[in-house]
């Protein structure tokens, strides 16, 4: 291999690569031990540990955006079929599923007025209703209500 790295005056690396590697002997001892070397009292342990991946069919995905379209919450799908919230907005992209807009519709900001001008804090609100505390913030502030300081 030393003359035909002689031989060659624009050698690329990739090349050069490979001859270091086959001189230090990479190639001949490249074989994977039968077993893992590293044990321990319970036996051998997994040297990574890789994550699974749940696989939705056809029929599951259908249910996920019918879920979905009836006002299911991203959060509430990506537990009830053991996703990640990005793959249920993924697979709703797929399918053409539009977004339902960020905040509360009439009723629901019509409610969270009602329950804080009884008392409530925001936070108490926002768990009664099932949303974010911005977005209870924003319906007291579009209805002009006041909200309480600490």
């Not at 036996?43 to 990574?48: A, F, I, L, S, W």
């Not at 540990?49 to 990506?78: F, P």
């Amino acid at each position: 291999m030393g003359s035909l790295h002689e031989a060659l005056v624009n050698f690329p690396r990739k090349a050069q690569t490979l001859v270091t590697r086959w001189n230090r002997g990479v190639f001949r001892d490249a074989r994977r031990a039968a077993a893992p070397r590293i044990e321990d009292s319970r036996g051998p342990v997994v040297r990574t540990i890789e994550t699974v991946q749940t696989l939705l069919t056809a029929c599951e995905i259908d249910r996920l955006v019918g879920d979905y379209l009836s006002g299911t919450r991203i959060d509430q799908l990506a537990g009830r079929y053991g996703v990640h919230r990005a793959t249920v907005f993924a697979h709703l992209r797929r399918r053409n599923v539009p977004r339902r807009p960020v905040g509360l519709d009439e009723a629901e900001a019509a409610d969270a007025v009602r329950l804080y001008r009884t008392g409530m804090s925001i936070r108490a609100v926002a768990r009664q209703i099932g949303a974010d505390r911005k977005c209870v913030r924003s319906a007291l502030e579009a209805d002009g209500s006041k909200t309480r300081s600490k």
